[in-house]
């Protein structure tokens, strides 16, 4: 990526940012805005971005237009300028727009051709610890970097199955209803969980392939946990969506009872060990979670660019506040050995004293950006 441009994002009423480093380090203090640069980064893959906040919400206050982001490649398939924004429309709402070079497009997932992105956040911290929610998220999100359809197959899950707790919710079962909902719900569930399966599958094949024993980054040794998940592995897809629907017809009474359908994707779980300590990543130390999380990252930008042929964009937010001295040196030295563009922010900007050569530091501001280099 070599241009950034925003209008009336965040806190930016309007900026014009040059890039060209392979490394490009965000300092400023807290506040500043440095994070709403990559979330704007972030729009340019399906979903809400990496704080998956509402697209009205990103308006800067003040402005009621709307607002535009827009980026510009230059990589071996050409120059491209992709954008991505909101609207008002004639009765009043926003309404979401895609542009490539200025044509427009159906949804971000037309982006998938030129560009993924990938990113970790602090809110990602408490991944192994938390809630299986919340690592079904992170897992989705991986998978959505390699198959930018995953999202729209997750979407018509929900769907689906809201509409069956509704149906169940009901004084009187309409059976006949329950049976069609519930082949939808088998349907969209299985290709969830066949898509969420391969991607883990190949992640781990992945890590296997290339860990090193002595990085400061620990490998992971990932699966993914439920019973929809077990079957795929011994019978084919229409054999589980069988079963499934199975499953379903049997467990009425109990997922009346309990509101909601207990069984599916919707409670699958994603399972990390620390693989040189053969641990759960759960019972790890809070820096051995850390390391453990960026070696993920790192190694599912290796598997985007891997099955896709796209080096991806990389977003790392607040990611050296707390490394030590020498991961941060060894997380640098990894990064610039992706071949991927890199956006990092960071407080302190001593903690970018060794970054490589040829990398572009700036210095956010509300709703400004400075390159350090080139300023006077």
């Not at 806190?11 to 709403?36: F, R």
């Not at 809070?286 to 790192?298: C, F, N, P, Y």
């Not at 990092?344 to 709703?367: Q, S």
């Given at each position: 990526?070599?241009?950034?441009?925003?209008?009336?994002?965040?806190?930016?009423?309007?900026?014009?940012?040059?890039?060209?480093?392979?490394?490009?380090?965000?300092?400023?203090?807290?506040?500043?805005?440095?994070?709403?640069?990559?979330?704007?980064?972030?729009?340019?893959?399906?979903?809400?971005?990496?704080?998956?906040?509402d697209l009205p919400d990103m308006v800067r206050s003040g402005a009621t237009a709307g607002f535009a982001v827009s980026i510009h490649l230059d990589d071996q398939n050409g120059p491209a300028q992709l954008g991505v924004?909101?609207?008002?429309?004639?009765?009043?709402?926003?309404?979401?727009?895609?542009?490539?070079?200025?044509?427009?497009?159906?949804?971000?997932?037309?982006?998938?051709?030129?560009?993924?992105?990938?990113?970790?956040?602090?809110?990602?911290?408490?991944?192994?610890?938390?809630?299986?929610?919340?690592?079904?998220?992170?897992?989705?999100?991986?998978?959505?970097?390699?198959?930018?359809?995953?999202?729209?197959?997750?979407?018509?899950?929900?769907?689906?199955?809201?509409?069956?707790?509704?149906?169940?919710?009901?004084?009187?079962?309409?059976?006949?209803?329950?049976?069609?909902?519930?082949?939808?719900?088998?349907?969209?569930?299985?290709?969830?969980?066949?898509?969420?399966?391969?991607?883990?599958?190949?992640?781990?094949?992945?890590?296997?392939?290339?860990?090193?024993?002595?990085?400061?980054?620990?490998?992971?040794?990932?699966?993914?946990?439920?019973?929809?998940?077990?079957?795929?592995?011994?019978?084919?897809?229409?054999?589980?969506?069988?079963?499934?629907?199975?499953?379903?017809?049997?467990?009425?009474?109990?997922?009346?009872?309990?509101?909601?359908?207990?069984?599916?994707?919707?409670?699958?779980?994603?399972?990390?060990?620390?693989?040189?300590?053969?641990?759960?990543?759960?019972?790890?130390?809070?820096?051995?979670?850390?390391?453990?999380?960026?070696?993920?990252?790192?190694?599912?930008?290796?598997?985007?660019?891997?099955?896709?042929?796209?080096?991806?964009?990389?977003?790392?937010?607040?990611?050296?506040?707390?490394?030590?001295?020498?991961?941060?040196?060894?997380?640098?030295?990894?990064?610039?050995?992706?071949?991927?563009?890199?956006?990092?922010?960071?407080?302190?900007?001593?903690?970018?004293?060794?970054?490589?050569?040829?990398?572009?530091i700036f210095e956010v501001t509300p709703g400004a950006v400075q390159n350090l280099q080139l300023r006077p």
């Amino acid at each position: 990526m070599t241009r950034l441009v925003l209008s009336d994002f965040r806190s930016y009423p309007a900026l014009d940012l040059d890039v060209g480093a392979q490394l490009v380090a965000l300092t400023g203090e807290n506040g500043a805005g440095k994070t709403n640069l990559l979330e704007a980064l972030s729009l340019f893959t399906p979903g809400r971005g990496l704080r998956r906040a509402d697209l009205p919400d990103m308006v800067r206050s003040g402005a009621t237009a709307g607002f535009a982001v827009s980026i510009h490649l230059d990589d071996q398939n050409g120059p491209a300028q992709l954008g991505v924004g909101i609207e008002r429309t004639d009765e009043g709402a926003f309404a979401r727009r895609c542009r490539i070079d200025r044509a427009p497009v159906s949804s971000t997932a037309a982006f998938a051709e030129r560009l993924r992105v990938v990113w970790l956040t602090p809110a990602s911290d408490g991944l192994f610890t938390g809630a299986a929610g919340d690592r079904r998220r992170f897992l989705d999100r991986l998978v959505l970097a390699v198959d930018s359809e995953h999202g729209a197959r997750v979407n018509a899950l929900d769907r689906a199955l809201r509409s069956r707790n509704r149906l169940l919710a009901e004084d009187r079962m309409d059976h006949a209803w329950l049976d069609a909902v519930e082949r939808e719900v088998a349907e969209t569930a299985v290709a969830v969980s066949a898509a969420r399966r391969e991607t883990v599958e190949r992640l781990a094949a992945l890590i296997g392939a290339t860990r090193d024993e002595t990085s400061p980054f620990p490998w992971a040794d990932v699966a993914l946990e439920g019973p929809i998940e077990v079957e795929l592995g011994r019978l084919s897809a229409i054999d589980v969506e069988d079963l499934y629907r199975e499953w379903l017809r049997e467990g009425r009474p109990r997922d009346k009872a309990a509101g909601r359908t207990l069984v599916g994707p919707q409670a699958a779980d994603l399972v990390v060990r620390h693989g040189p300590k053969d641990v759960a990543a759960a019972t790890a130390s809070t820096g051995e979670q850390k390391a453990l999380l960026i070696g993920l990252v790192i190694a599912h930008a290796r598997l985007v660019a891997a099955m896709t042929g796209i080096v991806p964009l990389v977003l790392l937010d607040e990611i050296a506040a707390h490394l030590d001295p020498r991961r941060r040196v060894a997380l640098y030295e990894t990064l610039a050995g992706l071949g991927a563009q890199v956006w990092m922010t960071g407080a302190d900007a001593a903690a970018f004293a060794g970054l490589p050569a040829g990398r572009e530091i700036f210095e956010v501001t509300p709703g400004a950006v400075q390159n350090l280099q080139l300023r006077p």
